[in-house]
């Protein structure tokens, strides 16, 4: 395993970037994110990866599957943030650390997105900076790595 690799998922809709509601999402595309966040990587000496799906059974899939191959994955759940104990399992499940991130702040909406089932078993929760709330998580991960807590 690289010991500075690391997974970003992406959920439901998030495909949507750009399309999905841009006044509370923006107006950029997840190739945007992906773009900005492989420039953002770079000055940080990690390697990502990006995986994106709609399915929940997929998301699972791609959290058990990074153990022993990730130091750390960035998890945005989309709306099974709320609901998903399946996700919430798959992450208690694995021995590799998860950030939640969101674009928005989830605690400025509607009630039922103030409630997240998977925060419990995350090492933290970013939510409201945009595609920021991606390079924060990031910057956590690299500066554990500095003092070797990964």
Known sequence: MNNRNFLVINGPNLNRLGKREPGIYGAQ???????????FSKELLLDLSFE???NEGDLIDLIHGAENKF????????AYTHYS???RDA??????????V??????????FRQKSVIAPVTIGQIS??????????LQVFHNQLKGDTL
């Open 29 to 39: 595309t997840m190739e945007d994110l992906q773009t900005e966040l492989v420039l």
């Open 52 to 54: 994106q799906s709609n």
């Open 71 to 78: 130091r750390g994955i960035v998890l945005n759940a989309g």
């Open 85 to 87: 104990y399946a996700i």
């Open 91 to 100: 992450i208690a499940s694995v021995d590799v650390p998860v950030i939640e």
């Open 102 to 111: 969101h674009l928005s702040n989830v605690h400025a909406r509607e009630e």
């Open 128 to 137: 409201g900076f945009g595609f920021d709330s991606y390079k924060l998580a």
